[in-house]
Structures are given as structure tokens and as C-alpha cells.
């Protein structure tokens, strides 16, 4: 995972918090001064209600399981980031486990960090021809089956990319088509710069967003039974 450590004012914080105890390794990338370290933290986990700009979860938004769910969780990733490849598989199986129910929904908006991944912008316009072209279904198809295949940090052949749509049933020419026109290339820099409002400095970044608003940061590619256990300690609260 490549995340960040942004440091939290006391006015924005509200007294709740749920800590897990024990020593996590999150592997992360952060961002100062615009120059990018690898990172490891910390020993307790901990997720607290702060205050986030986070743009709201729209129609516009790929967004897997109900969308008046609980508690939503919204992740900005790069296709080539290590540790959001952990994380995804993580995602996966919370939504295996609490998306069939209704009570957890998943939102993925992009955020490629070009300074250490040059494919990632190309591989987010990818799922998004893939969504345009074939229903959004196909967005999580596409993504899910980038994340399988590749070995991260910039080791996906582009070439792959038709491959993949032919293989989740996508038009290939017309999603060369849109591939090759930069169609989508506005908005995923848009979802960076949303990224970064949001209190993002590196991948993954999450937002647990509960029914009645309160926004609960994630940093880094937690494991998943501390994900687990911050999830049922929202559910438990609410």
C-alpha cells in the first residue's frame, strides 16, 4: 500500500476512536515536499471521526454493493501500487463477507501516482473505456483482473490492456478506440486532485463514510482482520 500520515488537529478530531492493538506492518508511500518515501508504520492502529472534504459519493462513482449501505467505503488507488494490490484483495473479501447483506458498499476513485508509476494513468483510463463501453459491471471486472495479473510497480505490459477487455467481454475495437483518444484522461485527474482535498498523500487511501456522515480516514493497506475489526466496531456503534 502506498499511504500517507497526515497529521490530524485536535479541533477536527472527535473523541471516538477505535484502536486495535498490536504492531502492523503497513508498508506506505508518503509524500513531502512532493518527493515520494517508502515507509513502514507504526504499532497501534487506530481510526478516528475527523473531518474530511471528501466529494460525495454520486451516481457518477463506481460503487459495488448498495449504496445507502452503512458505512461506504471510499478508496483512492493505483493500479500499480504493491500495496493497493494487497488491499484490493483485502476490499474484496470485506464486501464477500458484509456487501451481500447491504452493510458495507465500496468506492474506488483513482488516484495513479505518475512520479512512481508511469502506467497507472493509462491502466485508469483503461477501466473507465471499460465501463463506458460496457456497463459498469465492467469497471470492476477490468480493475479486478489488472490487479490479478500484474506484478506491480510499473510491471504490466500496456499491450495487455485490449487483452483484457477482450477477455471480460469489452469490444476491443472500440475500446482501442477510447483508449487511444485520452477521453478520460480529465477525469481521472480530477479524481487525483480529489484525492488530494480529501487529505490523500499516497495509496491506498480509504474514507469509511457512515449513514449519518461522519468520515473515518484509513491510510495505508491495513491487514484485513484489523479492517475487519474496525468495521465491525463502526457497525457495532451505529
Known amino acids: 500500500m502506498e499511504e500517507n500520515s497526515s497529521s490530524k488537529s485536535p479541533a477536527l478530531t472527535m473523541p471516538v476512536a477505535i484502536i486495535i492493538a498490536g504492531v502492523l506492518i503497513a508498508g506506505a508511500v508518503y509524500f513531502k515536499g512532493g518527493v515520494p518515501t517508502n515507509q513502514v508504520a507504526n504499532n497501534d492502529f487506530q481510526v478516528q471521526n475527523t473531518k474530511t472534504q471528501l466529494k460525495p459519493v454520486s451516481a457518477d462513482d463506481h460503487i459495488l454493493g448498495n449504496p445507502n449501505a452503512e458505512l461506504v467505503v471510499v478508496e483512492f488507488s493505483d493500479t500499480e501500487c504493491p500495496f493497493c494490490k494487497n488491499f484490493h484483495q483485502s476490499m474484496q473479501q470485506l464486501m464477500n463477507e458484509y456487501g451481500k447483506d447491504g452493510k458495507v458498499a465500496w468506492v474506488y476513485r483513482h488516484m495513479p501516482i505518475e512520479q512512481l508509476h508511469s502506467k497507472a494513468m493509462k491502466?485508469?483510463?483503461?477501466?473507465?473505456?471499460?465501463?463506458?463501453?460496457?456497463?459498469?459491471?465492467?469497471?470492476?471486472?477490468?480493475?479486478?483482473?489488472?490487479?490479478?495479473?500484474?506484478?506491480?510497480?510499473?510491471?504490466?505490459?500496456?499491450?495487455?490492456?485490449?487483452?483484457?477487455?477482450?477477455?471480460?467481454?469489452?469490444?476491443r475495437v472500440e475500446f482501442e478506440k477510447c483508449l487511444s483518444s485520452g477521453e478520460f484522461t480529465a477525469k481521472i485527474k480530477q479524481s487525483i486532485a480529489d484525492a488530494s482535498l480529501a487529505g490523500a498523500q499516497g495509496t491506498p487511501y480509504s474514507i469509511i463514510v457512515a449513514k449519518n456522515g461522519e468520515t473515518y480516514p484509513l491510510e495505508g493497506a491495513i491487514p484485513y482482520a484489523s479492517l475487519k475489526s474496525v468495521i465491525d466496531g463502526l457497525l457495532k456503534g451505529k
Open 123 to 171: 491502466e485508469a483510463e483503461a477501466t473507465e473505456c471499460a465501463a463506458k463501453i460496457g456497463g459498469k459491471a465492467k469497471f470492476w471486472d477490468y480493475i479486478n483482473t489488472i490487479f490479478e495479473i500484474t506484478p506491480s510497480n510499473d510491471g504490466l505490459d500496456l499491450s495487455k490492456l485490449p487483452e483484457i477487455a477482450t477477455q471480460i467481454g469489452v469490444n
